[in-house]
């Protein structure tokens, strides 16, 4: 059993106590907590798993890390605070420990990240033999190995699109969608996750990685963005009042250039409320969803849908992540130490939890 530290319980950290629990090659071994309040609390408890698990959060970093434990969940975030991020995530990794995490956009595609994130990293694997896999949804599995898996299903592929189409007052995160993605701010707001070169920071990443797996070479990265207002008042179950004239929805495409032609396309979809842009496009349910489509012959749409935690898609979407990572463990700790990526990690069957009881 690979002992297993988790590191943060906010929407990620409980649903990677959750994953870690209940896959057969890892046992729970740590939980840290930033929160004060929350230190001493069971791990059960605190992912809402319905029972203990005999783990009580700690805030002490130091003491955990000290175990040398197998491998680290990284679950804090790295939006905000990504200098933070990167030192606790090579602090981890140079205990010798396999540290799978979703913050840290830049390292998706690790080859084309900048020096001064990719360097550190570098450096801990070699002085303490960890490693580090870096992914997620969207940015993650929805821009990488499913839509590459797709591809190779066709006999020809003229551009391959990957969309996010989501209800965001169902993501449990007030500050990100308020704030950083401006839902409910005036027009006249700059949102910092819309700003120009935002979206290519994050997802261009992604892009380099599909072609570098297709084979073709990006003659450039284009960005286009378009904002809607709310036209009434709305309010939301999770976050409250969103007034008339406000951003209400954002759509966005973060486009591939090859051969002059957008052949791999990143597209966002987003809304505070389904009345705001109702001729964009829509999920199936208004939920949300992730939805890959490959133009070429024949034509594929795949659309995926997730739900956790009282049937809440941007929950299953965090849970998707976090499988996603968790999964990958036990293949890192077999792998050489080093600095992989999502076309280096196999997406494996889930072998050993057909049929056992989840937590």
Known sequence: ???????????????????????????????????PGKVGRDAGDLAGTGRDLGVAATDDIDAVLATAPGAVVYAASGDIRPDEALADITRAVRTGAVVVTPALYALYDQRSAPPELRDPVLA????????????????????????????????????????????????DQPDAVRDLIGMG?????????????????????????????????????????????????????????????????????????????????????????????PD???????????RVIIEGRPRIEVTVEATDEDENRSAGGNATAVGRLVNAIDWLVDAEPGLYDALDVPLRPAAGRLGRKQP
């Open 280 to 290: 964009w496009p829509s999920p199936p349910d208004g939920a949300g969803a992730h």
């Open 124 to 171: 801990a694997v070699a002085d303490g033999g960890g490693s580090l896999f870096v992914s997620g949804v969207d940015p993650g599995w929805g821009n990488d190995v499913l839509p590459l898996m797709i591809s190779g299903l066709g006999s020809t592929v003229d551009a391959i699109r990957c969309q996010e189409i989501f209800d965001y007052s169902t993501y």
């Open 1 to 35: 059993m690979i002992s297993t530290v988790v590191w943060g319980t906010g929407n990620v950290g409980r649903a990677a106590i959750r994953a870690v629990e209940a896959h057969p090659a890892l046992k729970l071994a740590h939980v840290l907590v930033h929160d």
């Open 185 to 277: 701010h005036p027009m006249e707001y700059e949102p910092l996750m819309l700003a120009a070169s935002v979206p290519t920071m994050v997802w261009g990443g992604q892009l380099r990685l599909m072609a570098r797996a297709l084979g073709v070479e990006l003659d450039d990265i284009r960005e286009t963005m378009a904002r809607r207002p709310l036209e009434t008042t709305v309010t939301t179950r999770t976050m409250g009042e969103f007034a008339a004239g406000t951003q209400g929805a954002v759509r966005f495409e973060v486009q591939g250039i090859v051969g002059g032609e957008p052949r791999i396309v990143i597209e966002h979809i987003t809304r505070i409320h389904p009345s705001c842009a």
